[in-house]
């Protein structure tokens, strides 16, 4: 169950006013290897980029950009004010690593894991799915190879991330020597050690592609 509610941001470019659809609370939930959040019970909402519905402009949405929260007894200017599109798909996201929009390592990690999720989306709606354009592969790898370098190794979930990227590039012994690494961390019973087993049974395999795991 998630709650959630709906700022007025003003775009930085063209000064308009849209509604951005932020969740507030409820449990993330990971389904799959590359922990692609699926189920908060909301699809969408709380990207940290926003695209402006009237000028199409991409920025990253600062706290002076948000005028305020949508309620009743708002203006009909923020009531009637368009929704933000949050549905980027996998040439968005390419997009914008190759501008590229960030400006420091923690913006950068943000963009390259989206990225890498959502070039796995690709396989989750199609287990045997194979990109027609060998560039998507190329610049896939190097996107996974960049966000392994700068992804920092805490939290413990950022530790299986790197992981489950060496699974991804064909690196099975570093996969499992990460896997090796992050258990030796983890109390009993911690919800990851579902997901070490798993990852390590499928570099064993010399498996490549994001699975589900937690289900
Ligand atoms: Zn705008």
């Known amino acids: 169950m998630a709650l959630s509610t709906f700022h007025i941001v003003a775009c930085p470019n063209c000064h308009q006013i849209h509604q951005k659809h932020v969740v507030i609370g409820g449990f993330p939930s990971y389904e799959w290897s590359d922990l692609w959040i699926t189920s908060r019970g909301i699809p969408y909402g709380n990207l940290k980029i926003n695209a402006c519905p009237r000028c199409k402009h991409i920025f990253w949405v600062q706290p002076e950009d948000t005028l305020g929260i949508l309620g009743n007894d708002s203006p009909l200017e923020w009531q009637e004010a368009p929704e933000a599109d949050e549905f980027f798909d ?4 390419k997009h914008l690593v ?6 420091n390592e923690e913006q950068e990690c943000y963009i390259r894991l989206q990225t890498w999720q959502n070039y796995n989306h690709f396989f989750r709606e199609n287990i ?3 990109p027609d354009d060998d560039t998507f592969i190329a610049f896939n790898q190097q996107n996974i190879r960049r966000l392994y370098k700068i992804l920092p190794s805490q939290p413990e979930e950022n530790l299986l991330l790197k992981a489950e990227i060496q699974r991804h590039l064909g690196n099975w012994e570093e996969c499992l020597k990460i896997c090796k690494k992050l258990e030796k961390q983890l109390k009993n019973g911690h919800y990851l050690r579902v997901a070490i087993r798993k990852i390590r049974k499928l570099a064993r395999e010399q498996h490549s592609k994001v699975v589900p795991i937690f289900s």
């Open 90 to 93: 996998f040439s968005v996201w």
């Open 128 to 130: 045997s799915y194979t």
């Open 98 to 103: 190759e501008l590229p929009l960030f400006e």
